[in-house]
């Protein structure tokens, strides 16, 4: 067994509050962290660091829990970057747009959308992000969806089927019938490959009794529930997702003060998606509200090529404090433990140990550059399990 000993670090965040000063983020100055079976075994100040088979010195730099992206749809074909330049000069956003995508998705062999996907998880990681959720919902037919979830497996283990996503031209005139192929073949086919079930409930795609439906099967076939809501304007999918216990609830850019009051009390983290105003030009939830009001926040790039094509969690961090009043602190656990807490994983996110070694080395003395730097590389190295 080697042990290896991160030492020279300016500025570390572990995300556990008793480990550093106190706060949320749980901060330790000139510090180290030893590391053994691609675990946290130890840490605290340099000064008192124990020996260890071998050592790295990061230079003074700032190391924080490499990003935990809680919503992504990376398996996918095709570019949209025409409709964002329409967009851009006027055209309205509309969850229509994903019938493109599916088109192209459908058209593509299991190669193109596995390099497709695997570049932008290599995109993703060199941006630092170190785990990623991943769905399908580009295919809507029972051999589309089970390729997508098969191929997305491959990369990560937080897949998660969105068959409803929208409902396919062929179901035009027959909504329900793709909610009875979505919660029988469909989920049949899928359930062996996911770990969460996700329905797009908005106006334009599934309604609330749609969303229990297709839920209510997906958690009975031992899936996890999320769901996306309240993205183009007030609506039920808070509400159901409190009242159903799911675990995330993502978007949240329209909220009624019951609608944070139910997130409150339910616990469901509220997972906001910043790359998706700022890609559709509309106007960002209030994240303090949220916090203020005791709700848990995540943040998550819903990297995908229609509405919010960045794969950058630094970028969604630099928008939720500049954008949606979250302080830089906030915003910075909101994409790491907050993540790792809409995904139920307890050894990512944070550095108690026992905890993954997933770790990112900031080109900064501190995290606050994140925010304070918008748009420059400052992830210079990313350990995950202590092996870059
Ligand atoms: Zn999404």
Redesign the pocket.
Known sequence: MTSLLITGIGELVTNAREAGDGSELGIVHDAAMVVERNRVAWVGEAARSPAADTSYDVGGRAVIPGFVDS???LVFAGDRSQEFAARMTGTPYSAGGVRTTVAATRAATDEQLAANLARHVAEMRRQGTTTVEI?SGYGLTVADEARSLAIAEQATRETTFLGAHVVPPEFADDPDGYVDLVTGPMLGACAPHAKWIDV?CERGAFDADQARTVLTAGMAAGLGGRL?ANQLGHGPGVQLACEMSLIAV??CTYLSDEDVSALAESGTTATL?PGVEFSTRSAYPDARRLLDAGCNVALAS?C?PG?SYTSSMPLCIALAVREMGMSPSQALYAATKGGADALRRDEIGHFRPGAAADLVVLDAPSYVHLAYRPGVPLVSEVLVGGIG
């Open positions: 919503h992504s749809h769905k797009f996306h993502d978007h998606l819903d995908n509405s």
